[in-house]
């Protein structure tokens, strides 16, 4: 199966992830990206190709991994993405000179005008200022040695820095009780008011859509276009094979009527909540909490050692547009995560300089029309 060894390989290294499979890929592909798959062996070996099956089924001898997008800027120039990669041990200090002596060389040859990389390299965990924070020491040397090497601390986030993580080895009831007290009471007060959540399928995507649109218009967030997230959602629930990523829609109804859903997303032992959409419809029956809590039960019984909640504010207070959001996964009983986020190598600085002036102002305008677009879409049904 095409992207199956890749997958394998990945899914063997420290901390795999969803965003660094075949399967992602192959959806970035659709968008003007072309996926490369950079490989390092245990005896000094450096490959990457665009072939994400070219690689031998011996996979303990790969010591790190990255899927890198490439895509074209300012029409002769590229720029690449590794999204949560690479995947390695970040703490093994000759591995992660020997990867990022190679990742930089890389940019280099291929005249880049920055490689962006987002790892999951924990900086440390528990809000910051509370009683609960710990600072991870190995992941402040990383960030360190970044900066010493010149890596920028991006001003483009694609991903969420920090998120909420909720651990699943603990028994259903132990998970539960984890949980705040309130949020606990809107689980079974969902239950109690006739709430029930069930698996979809591919033919419940086209109405799920609408109601991310519904929900985009109302939150006031911007989303792509129907096509994109049909290419996402349909790739992945293809590709719910044992041991390989996986994407479930959980819709939660009121008398057969969708009022909820989300999409769960897993790969090696890691459940992902990615995608959530709602109607103002029959919300005081608390729809939402009894989706995270079937999300959490799926994932468990799919071997999910883990439920990444997919997002957390960078300032935890209510200055922050995640803060609400944050709020409601707070109760869910999971530990707050600080990543590294995003760093820029930029070979030149001066296309690099240039590239940050003009695409803010880009996408700016781009998510601007977008907003308009879901609009009218939903306008004209």
Not at 32 to 59: M, R
Not at 89 to 117: M, P, T, Y
Not at 321 to 345: H, I, N, P, Q
């Amino acid at each position: 199966m095409t992207g199956k060894i890749w997958n394998d390989i990945i899914s063997k290294l420290p901390d795999p992830h969803f965003l660094q499979t075949y399967e992602w890929g192959q959806v970035k592909a659709k968008y003007g990206w072309v996926p490369n798959y950079a490989i390092w062996t245990a005896d000094g070996k450096f490959t990457i190709s665009q072939t994400a099956d070219n690689w031998s089924l011996d996979t303990d001898n790969y010591v790190a991994a990255a899927l890198i997008l490439k895509r074209t800027a300012f029409r002769c120039f590229s720029i690449f993405y590794a999204p949560k990669g690479p995947l390695m041990d970040w703490a093994n200090e000759s591995l992660r000179k020997r990867v990022l002596d190679d990742l930089q060389s890389f940019a280099k040859k291929q005249g880049a005008i920055f490689l962006k990389l987002d790892p999951d390299v924990v900086l440390g965990r528990g809000v910051p200022a509370s009683v609960d924070e710990v600072t991870e020491n190995s992941g402040q040397v990383v960030m360190s040695d970044l900066k010493r090497r010149g890596w920028v601390d991006s001003s483009d986030q694609i991903q969420f820095r920090n998120t909420v993580m909720v651990d699943l080895s603990a028994s259903e009831e132990d998970i539960l009780m984890r949980m705040k007290q309130k949020t606990r009471y809107n689980v079974r007060l969902a239950e109690k008011k006739g709430v029930t959540v069930r698996v979809g399928t591919q033919e419940d995507l086209p109405a799920l859509y609408k109601m991310y649109a519904e929900t985009s218009v109302r939150d006031g967030f911007v989303i792509r276009n129907e096509e994109y997230y049909m290419t996402v959602w349909k790739l992945f629930m293809s590709a719910a094979i044992s041991g390989q990523p996986s994407a479930v829609p959980l819709i939660a109804e009121v008398d057969g009527e969708a009022v909820a859903a989300i999409f769960l997303f897993m790969f090696a032992g890691r459940g992902y909540y990615v995608y959530g959409m709602s109607r103002d419809k029959h919300r005081e029956k608390m729809p939402t909490y009894l989706l995270q809590w079937a999300a959490m039960k799926h994932a468990k019984a799919n071997g999910c050692l883990i439920y990444d909640l997919w997002g957390a504010p960078d300032v935890f207070d209510e200055s922050d547009s995640m803060w609400g959001v944050y709020r409601f996964k707070e109760g869910l009983g999971g530990e707050v995560v600080r990543t590294l986020g995003a760093y820029d190598f930029a070979p030149s600085k001066f296309w690099y300089s240039m590239y940050a002036d003009v695409m803010p102002r880009v996408l700016n305008f781009m998510r601007s029309r977008g907003k308009e677009k879901t609009k009218q879409g939903l306008s004209e049904e």
